[in-house]
Nanobody, 115 residues
Framework: QLQLVESGGGLVQPGGSLRLSCTSI????????IGWFRQAPGKERERVSC????????DYADPVKGRFTISRDNAKNTVTLQMNSLQPADTAVYYC????????WGQGTQVTVSS
């Protein structure tokens, strides 16, 4: 069964950047539209960005538009989220998954934005 693996999180000061990576074990991400989601303490999980299987289309939630960029490299089985101008409100555990018919969630990667 496919296992999702997220990495790249950490502690960063406001205004800083992080680059998150998503890959899979047991199957490929290639054929699926993939989203990045986040869940902050006490809040529901929300999708912040998604990208089509062919890398032709992407979408962003309003809070991250202009600051986050999603991309994918199907040859490397990786979907990446470049996060710039990070704000404390971006603090959350970040996950990747299909945009529908979800796979089991991975462990996620913690992003903490704090001075």
């Amino acid at each position: 069964q496919l296992q999702l693996v997220e990495s790249g999180g950490g502690l960063v000061q406001p205004g800083g950047s992080l680059r998150l990576s998503c890959t899979s074990i047991g199957d490929t991400l290639d054929y699926y539209a993939i989203g990045w989601f986040r869940q902050a303490p006490g809040k529901e999980r929300e999708r912040v960005s998604c990208i089509s299987s062919s890398d032709e289309n992407s979408d962003y939630a309003d809070p991250v538009k202009g600051r986050f960029t999603i991309s994918r490299d199907n040859a490397k089985n990786t979907v990446t989220l470049q996060m710039n101008s990070l704000q404390p409100a971006d603090t959350a555990v970040y996950y990747c998954n299909k945009v529908s018919n979800l796979w089991p969630w991975g462990q996620g990667t913690q992003v903490t934005v704090s001075s």
